[in-house]
């Protein structure tokens, strides 16, 4: 749904303000109440269901499989489904194929080594019922509760099978937590002189520009990227307006980090 | 005639073979353009793809970085008439495609249109064109990466300014010309002489000393480098 | 500053079932008392019915919306409240789209640009229509529609943008016809929208009020509202009446299409209903002002969590209420909405004035 003309000036010359005057009243650096749901789905090895105070809502599964690792590249796959979207739109193949780097990325291998030549690798499935703003953040907070909720099978089998041609075996029962530190994925959005963290559909709609900015093991790390939120009020954002989103994320990221964790 | 070859299809008895016109002459019209421009080399031509409203073919070689090797052609179709519900500015539709060897996903490929057209709706005056749409074609015809290895950040560049070229030779309003610069991985999409950012790609972490305001003086001199040996072209052809 | 960056709660364990639910909540009564009156085989004035539930069989009723009529009996085709007017039985929904009446004062965002008439987005079944014979142009509000106006209905009204409005009639299959000729109708200006279920507005005669803090409220009767500043147009017309006195100057004077600017003005009204009233340009707005319009948007987003009717009155209370709650950002907050709404009932009771259609939290 597209707004009118003078719904978006008036957005506009709000969020230009300093401080900016966001339509919700949230300060800059603050993001929407969130609820979170864990370990509700029982046939996955983890799973987080999130949903957001504009109504956004977000379901994630975390399944695992043994592989072998010399025949696998990348040991997590993530796969997205946005209601609404086609599968194949460039938007949604986009956020799966960004995601899927990411987590590779940041989550070292090493976590998921089974033996010395088995594997878990990780299936993340991402299912988004609704979305009201760019769901990318709303998505890595999702895999984060997940992956944290996430419990693989015990191995009860030596784990130096090299040379003997032996199939891992599990533990009939008993489950071990996944130790990882997944990234978390910040956008903000640049407005005039500011940027805000979290932005909502109708700030996403007068941005100058949308930044990601990626938060892991303690700092800003890459990938960070421009995004486009919308085709109208998209412009060039001065160069000091990068480091303003990247200090923003800096600041929130760790607050987030520990409600997050203190679940 | 019966020692016809009848696995083959002949043609017809008077037909004669392709005679191709020996290629010694005219070949370097006026339109090439070969420009040092830092430490690579850039070879610029527009308007080879006829059919299209505007196009641009860029070679990049830099032989300081491994050989890295770049064949890029760009083609621009638009502004044609969009059918369906009123639009009061442009459609804008940027597609990749690798011609010859297959480097990227899939997904890489949509992420990299997703990015370019970000960069381009902030640069191209889409106001100026209700009810059309503008579609961009990549061609990528050959890249040879830093020792064999691929990666989207070195192709960055070099997409943003052949797609620039072709919509100059389209005729296609834009707000400034827009390049871009990389440094080790880094990918900034200047505008305004530097003072403007319409894109920012890092996959990579910046140097652990050099942070944030070096890499983006780095991109920002590549940036310019890139610019003027598009200008100096433009200039010098038309 | 000590507004948290964000809350995550964590919801407790376990999907909450529906058999689950039926134990604990309170909703239990009223299930047990409809099942009584099942046995009765009526269920009264304003009680609460489910799909297929029996409402009476007694076969003099004429049956109305919600319900449906099977061997000799009427049934509810929808969850809702019973209502009978005179001998007409119809089933109120709980939710469900708004279903516009003849008279409502609704907001609504243009959807489409037809052959001379706005199609408009008012939240219900169908698109409303807007006939460009039913708006106010520039140049006088009685002078004929010419050709040029059909060509130029764009720079009227366009996509997505939002207006106030009233239904003029209602089609066959139910959906309005709206007309915006009135200078309190019109393109909207200087405010921020949003919307609540529409179950939540209770008609009055007036849906436009200046609330206190210079911010003036329009809740649409399907749920569509807005919040704007409060303009001289809106002091001046106070109570419903219509005066016209718009000061404003004429922004839209440099354009080259003026319609009906041949014609002699015979009115004041006609000069007022100039381009004016179809700016795109918002006045000058103080960061106060937009920190108050803000304050009363989470009042009522509030309210609307708390399923509470919205009512001028209700609007106000949350208002002062939420003074309470220095920053504006706090108010986000699952709980502080639920105290905000319990903090506006309660100052309901203690004042004892009994509301029409108050509906009770859910809480």
């Known amino acids: 749904m597209s707004l009118s003309v003078t719904e978006k000036s008036y957005l506009h010359d709000s969020l230009c303000l300093d401080p900016p005057a966001r339509p919700d009243g949230r300060v800059a650096h603050q993001l929407r109440p969130i609820e979170i749901f864990t370990d509700f789905l029982p046939a996955c090895n983890g799973s987080a269901k999130i949903s957001a105070s504009d109504g956004s809502e977000c379901v994630v599964s975390v399944k695992a499989k043994v592989v072998e690792r010399a025949l696998e590249e990348e040991l997590i796959l993530v796969d997205v489904d946005v209601a609404g979207q086609r599968d194949d739109s460039p938007f949604v193949h986009s956020i799966a194929s960004l995601l899927t780097k990411v987590l590779n990325q940041k989550i070292h291998q090493k976590n998921l080594r089974l033996t ?47 040379e003997v041609a032996e199939l891992p075996t599990f533990h009939d029962y008993d489950m071990v937590k996944l130790d990882v530190d997944p990234p978390l994925l910040f956008t903000t959005a640049v407005i005039g002189n500011n940027a805000v963290i979290d932005p909502a559909h109708s700030e996403s709609e007068v941005a100058c520009s949308g930044i990601l900015v990626t938060w892991s093991k303690g700092k800003v790390t890459a990938p960070i990227r421009t995004i486009g939120l919308n085709d109208e009020y998209v412009t060039g954002i001065d160069v000091t307006l990068l480091e303003k989103s990247i200090e923003l994320v800096e600041k929130t990221a760790p607050a987030v980090v520990k409600a997050l964790d203190g679940l | 005639m019966n020692v016809a070859d009848r696995r083959r299809i002949l043609g017809p008895l008077n037909a004669k073979p392709l005679q191709f016109a020996s290629a010694d002459g005219n070949l370097q019209d006026a339109h090439l353009q070969e420009t040092q421009s830092g430490d690579e080399t850039l070879y610029i031509q527009q308007g080879i793809v006829t059919n299209a409203n505007g196009s641009a073919y860029l070679e990049i070689a830099s032989p300081t970085k491994n050989d890295q090797h770049i064949l890029l052609l760009a083609s621009v179709y638009g502004p044609r008439p969009t059918r369906g519900t009123f639009s009061a500015r442009a459609a804008l539709s940027i597609q990749f495609k690798e011609n010859t060897l297959e480097q990227f996903t899939a997904g890489e490929v949509k992420e990299l249109c997703n990015f370019l057209a970000s960069v381009f709706r902030a640069v191209i005056n889409l106001n100026r064109y209700p009810k059309s749409g503008i579609d961009i074609f990549l061609n990528l015809i050959q890249y040879v990466g830093p020792s064999g290895t691929s990666s989207l950040e070195a192709i960055i560049p070099a997409c943003i300014n052949a797609i620039m070229l072709a919509l100059i030779d389209a005729g296609i309003e834009t707000l400034d010309t827009v390049s871009a610069g990389s440094y080790k991985g880094t990918v900034i999409s200047f505008i305004r002489n530097g003072d403007e950012i319409v894109g920012f790609w890092a996959d990579n972490d910046f140097d652990n000393n050099g942070s944030y305001a070096v890499t983006v003086d780095k991109c920002r001199r590549h940036y310019i480098q890139n610019r003027n040996a598009m200008l100096d072209y433009i200039v010098k052809t038309k | 500053m000590s507004a948290d960056i964000i809350t995550v709660v964590k919801r407790e364990a376990g999907l909450h079932f529906a058999n689950d639910l039926q134990f604990e909540s309170d909703s239990d009564v009223e299930m047990s008392e409809s099942e009584e009156s099942n046995e009765k085989r009526e269920a009264g004035e304003g009680s609460i019915v489910t799909p297929g539930e029996l409402v009476t069989d007694d076969p003099i009723w004429m049956r109305g919306h919600g319900t449906y009529f099977l061997e000799n009996q009427t049934f509810a085709s929808v969850a809702g409240t019973v209502s009978r007017v005179n001998r007409l039985l119809s089933v109120v929904p709980l939710r469900g789209r708004y279903s516009p009446e003849t008279g409502d004062h609704v907001i609504g965002r243009i959807a489409e640009i037809g052959n001379r008439r706005w199609r408009v987005d008012i939240g219900a079944k169908q698109h409303a229509v807007l006939m460009l014979g039913s708006v106010n142009l520039p140049g006088g509000v009685l002078r004929r529609k010419s050709e040029s106006d059909e060509l130029q209905m764009r720079n009227f009204l366009k996509e997505g943008d939002l207006l106030n409005a009233e239904v003029q009639s209602l089609y066959q299959d139910g959906s309005a016809s709206l007309h915006t000729r009135s200078l309190k109708y019109g393109k909207l200006r200087n ?39 409060t303009s001289d ?131």
């Open chain 1, 116 to 162: 010395q030549k088995y594997a878990f690798k990780l299936f993340v499935d991402v299912l988004v019922l609704s979305s009201k703003s760019h769901p990318l953040s709303l998505i890595s907070f999702a895999v984060y509760s997940a992956l944290k909720a996430t419990y693989l099978p015990k191995l009860i089998s030596s784990d130096d099978d090299l």
């Open chain 3, 191 to 229: 405010g921020v929208f949003l919307q609540v279920p529409s179950a939540l507005i209770v008609r009055s005669k007036n849906h436009t009020h200046n609330l206190p803090g210079n911010v003036t409220i329009i809740l649409g009767v399907n749920g569509f509202v807005w919040l704007r500043k």
């Open chain 3, 233 to 363: 147009v809106d002091l001046s017309s106070g109570q419903n009446t219509v005066t016209g006195k718009n000061a404003a100057t004429l922004s839209g004077a440099g354009r080259d299409y003026k319609p009906g600017n041949t014609s002699v003005s015979i009115t004041r009204l006609e000069e007022e209903s100039s381009w004016e009233i179809y700016s795109d340009k918002n006045d000058h707005i103080s960061s106060s002002s937009r920190k108050t319009i803000t304050r009363y948007s989470n009042v009522i987003k509030a309210l609307a969590h708390c399923e509470i009717g919205i009512t001028e009155t209700r609007v106000v209370a949350g208002y002062e209420a939420s003074m309470a709650y220095e920053n504006i950002s706090s108010l986000i907050e699952k709980d502080n909405m639920e105290a905000l709404g319990q903090d506006v009932l309660n100052s309901e009771k203690m004042r004892g004035n009994n509301q029409p259609a108050a509906f009770e939290t859910r809480a």
